[in-house]
């Protein structure tokens, strides 16, 4: 299908920012909700190229320290065991299986400890299959870890891993499209506001477009779109975070968990004999929205250390593939914004998901194509992500964030 570059009609009912995998859930879940009226989606590059979507880990996880995002992430895990039904039996739609080896948090201060077991408590009641693991218990079942230091883990026994979440993404475009939705590839270098309401936005072909409603689905740029609307200081900003695939000259005799180490990089099974790893640099300021330096020195002096430390067998490995991309990541308390701005009640965020969105997309594209459509969250209550808490300075925070 050829890339449309202008809209068909010079006014809609809403306009989606971003057509990545937040854009897309918000489109097709419309779709799904009946919403009765003219849907646009403008990204910048349909492509994605750069996009956080396609630099994702895509993975999922119950381990939360909020039952909301326990809630979320329960949702999140139903929609993609049964993504066929969700979209209506469509016999094109893959199966898309979780590969469930849980994530192990592992914590080396009594402090850690201590929020592992509260966040255990909370996804326990939530239900949740966590469970705390002794150092003894974890090397029972996992002896290729070296546990020295270590005092406690948290593992997930369901609904956490690896998925193909591109999948569900490409799928809600292409359904979306089906169902009426308009896809244009072009770049907003404006909106305009009347008052209290967006009207419109102004393309760089110098089209002005018209709305009812419009939706900021534009990941790390999240900010400079508010800012266009007049609305200053969103929370928001990208943040680089790195990814390396490698094979083991020793492989593992069995999966590997999702590993967060107390050193703060993460590794998994992969899949194929190969495992993907993971950090953030230790410069954790906002890189510019086109920057994605790949710092060998992270790989050599920290990444790939902590590794081989905690899993001895990791020391003579061949990196295969490596990247770096940017997630949004929201500084104000770690968790999405969601729902209509205080004062510009027709300009929706759906923002600020730092490092979680993928997995949370199913549920939180659906509340806010509730939300539009009915005026209310009818399946969970999302309103603790109100844009409101952010003027108030009332954080609601997120503390199980990699």
């Not at 909106?191 to 409603?213: F, K, P, Q």
């Not at 779109?225 to 900003?237: H, Q």
Request: with cysteine; hydrophobic share 35%; glycine share 10%.
């Amino acid at each position: 299908m050829a890339t449309a570059t202008t809209p068909a009609h010079g006014t809609y009912d809403v306009i989606i920012l971003g057509g990545a995998q937040m854009g897309a859930s918000v489109a097709w879940w419309l779709t799904h909700e009946g919403f009765d009226g003219r849907v646009l989606v403008l990204d910048r590059d349909l492509t994605f190229e750069k996009a956080t979507t396609t630099h994702t880990n895509s993975c999922i996880r119950q381990q939360f320290s909020t039952e909301i995002n326990v809630r979320i992430s329960q949702f999140g895990a139903e929609f993609v065991r049964n993504m066929r039904d969700w979209m209506g039996g469509d016999a094109r739609v893959p199966d898309l299986p979780i590969h469930d080896y849980g994530y192990m948090y592992l914590t080396s201060t009594e402090t850690g400890a201590a929020t592992l077991r509260s966040s255990y408590e909370i996804q326990r009641a939530a239900g949740a299959g966590t469970r705390l693991m002794s150092p003894e218990e974890i090397a029972a079942e996992y002896p290729f870890y070296d546990l020295d230091g270590i005092l406690l883990g948290s593992h997930g026994t369901r609904d956490e891993g690896y998925f193909d979440g591109l999948a569900m993404g490409d799928w809600w475009r292409r359904q979306s499209r089906e169902r009426g939705v308009e896809w244009v590839e072009a770049e907003v270098t404006a909106i305009g506001r009347d008052g209290d309401r967006v009207t419109g936005v102004t393309l760089s072909t110098g089209e002005t477009i018209g709305c009812g409603m419009l939706v900021n689905a534009t990941g790390p740029r999240a900010a400079v779109t508010a800012v266009m609307a007049g609305i200053p200081d969103l929370p928001v900003e990208p943040r680089l975070r790195y990814t390396w695939i490698f094979k083991a000259e020793k492989p593992l005799d069995r999966r590997l968990p999702l590993t967060i180490d107390p050193s703060g990089v993460h590794v998994r099974e992969n899949g194929g004999g190969t495992y993907l790893a993971g950090c953030k640099p230790h410069d954790d300021t906002p890189p510019a929205f086109d920057h994605f330096p790949m710092e060998d020195a992270i790989w050599q002096d920290h990444a790939w250390p902590q590794i081989a430390t905690r899993i001895p067998q990791f020391e003579a490995i061949r990196v295969t593939a490596e990247w770096a991309g940017h997630y949004e990541y929201n500084h104000f308390d770690q968790n999405a914004i969601l729902g209509p701005h205080t004062e510009v009640g027709n300009f929706l965020f759906i923002n600020g998901f730092s490092g979680h969105g993928l997995q949370q997309s199913p549920a939180m594209g659906r509340g806010l194509a509730e939300w539009i459509t009915h005026g209310a969250y009818r399946s969970l209550d999302l309103t603790p992500f109100a844009y409101d808490r952010i003027p108030a300075n009332r954080p609601y925070v997120e503390k199980a964030v990699i």
